[in-house]
């Protein structure tokens, strides 16, 4: 068994916690840590993509919805 299997079961939030509250006890390694572990969840929360909602309609019976892809150059641009 790896240390690193264990480290995946357990979530990273119960270090930082740990980390956190040793910190507050006085350890400057463990306030260090926590700083960064928290700086890392933050990173990836502000990171994280959010769906983007387009267009929202109700449809009728007997209607229909066409949905293509148009597509864009690297810049952004349609072809």
Do not use: C
Not at 22 to 31: A, D, N, Q, T
Not at 32 to 44: D, H, M, Q, S
Request: avoid cysteine; aromatic fraction near 6%; glycine fraction near 12%.
């Amino acid at each position: 068994m790896n240390i690193l299997d264990g480290m995946r079961k357990r979530p990273p939030g119960r270090l930082i916690r740990s980390a956190w509250r040793r910190g507050r006890l006085g350890s400057g390694s463990w306030m260090a840590l926590a700083i960064v572990g928290t700086g890392f969840r933050l990173l990836k929360y502000l990171s994280h993509r959010r769906a983007e909602v387009a267009h929202t309609t109700e449809l009728k019976p007997g209607e229909s919805l066409r949905i293509r892809h148009l597509l864009e150059d690297q810049r952004g641009r349609q072809v």
